[in-house]
């Protein structure tokens, strides 16, 4: 199949782990983003004062987004990887 640093990814089982487990940080990353932010009132003030990233998360439409868009893309790795792991069998 497809050739990636010399490790042939139809066989390999670690690439199927590497998406899995990403897609599983993707999914639960909404929820300690919002801890971080949200945590302490000093904090987040010093995170919404920051340049130009930092400064959209006092938005609620940007933090909705940004968690849609993680959620989303978690699934999306995490559905490959169940996909990848009924072709192999």
Known sequence: MFKFFNINLKR??????????L??????SPIVIHWFIHGSYERYM??????????????GVFQLWLY????C??????ITAIILKRRKK
């Open 46 to 59: 010093w995170i919404i004062n920051g340049p130009f990233p930092f400064n959209q998360f006092g938005s």
């Open 23 to 28: 897609g599983l940080l993707l999914i639960i």
């Open 73 to 78: 893309i978690g699934l999306l790795l995490s």
């Open 12 to 21: 390999s089982a670690s690439f199927n782990n590497i998406i899995t487990v």
């Open 68 to 71: 849609i868009a993680l959620i």
